[in-house]
């Protein structure tokens, strides 16, 4: 079945680092990928999203790119900042479900 | 304020006694669904209802029961809740339109279960 692998945290950098989380997926079709965030204490929100292969997705300094020749989606920013901390769930579409990945946490020292 | 509202915020309660954790959105979403997070495990997803009086079971329905008789409310009952069903949970809708990966989530609900 179509199932989504990003890596594992928690993922510690400094203030101004730059970041990568990997996410890669297995699907039957083309799915539509996200990311969402989850800050301490709250529910989870879209931060970005692709539909097809080789569309960007990109908000709030992130960016991640839908490579369908490597069925991935790896999040990217410049330059981390400490409001950055937070959990980050990769998904792909599936139908009428989402596929979740395990979740990374990140947490960036000041 | 377009929101999902989820009711309690937090629940202790002992192993057989029924509740019901209420979800609510004013987005006249068609879908929801409901999930539930554990640590190392991501989210799961239980249930999920396409429109009003449609449900089906996600990927860890086993104990629990949804109903859809509104649009916009779409409460989790447990019948009989068990340790096993401590966790944290969160309500989610989407306007659907083909696909359903743009969901808003509620602030979620700490169920312990002792």
């Known amino acids: 079945g179509d199932s989504v692998t990003q890596m594992e945290g928690p993922v510690t950098l400094s203030e101004e680092a730059f970041l990568t989380i990997n996410c890669t997926y297995t699907?039957?079709?083309?799915?539509?990928l996200f990311w969402y965030v989850q800050y301490p204490g709250e529910g989870l929100q879209l931060l970005l999203k692709?539909?097809?292969a080789d569309d960007k997705g990109s908000n709030k300094g992130f960016e991640a790119t839908y490579r369908k020749e490597t069925t991935s989606f790896h999040l990217e920013k410049g330059s981390v900042q400490v409001s950055d901390s937070a959990v980050y769930f990769c998904a792909s579409s599936s139908n009428y479900q989402l596929i979740w990945g395990a979740g990374t946490k990140l947490i960036i020292k000041p | 304020e377009a929101q999902v509202t989820q009711n309690p915020r937090y629940l202790i309660t002992v192993t057989g006694k029924k509740l019901t954790v209420t979800c609510s959105q004013n987005m006249n979403h068609e879908y929801m669904s409901w999930y539930r997070q554990d640590p190392g495990l991501g989210l799961r997803q239980i249930y999920y209802?396409?429109?009003?009086?449609?449900?089906d079971k996600g990927d860890v329905p086993e104990g629990y029961k949804v109903s859809r008789k509104e649009k916009r409310n779409f409460p989790l009952i447990l019948e009989s809740p068990s340790p096993n069903q401590t966790s944290l949970y969160f309500c989610a809708s989407s306007s659907g339109q083909g696909w359903v990966g743009e969901q808003y989530f509620g602030p979620g609900t700490r169920l312990t279960v002792t």
């Open positions: 699907a039957t079709g083309y799915p539509s």
């Open positions: 692709a539909t097809k």
């Open positions: 209802s396409m429109n009003v009086e449609v449900t």
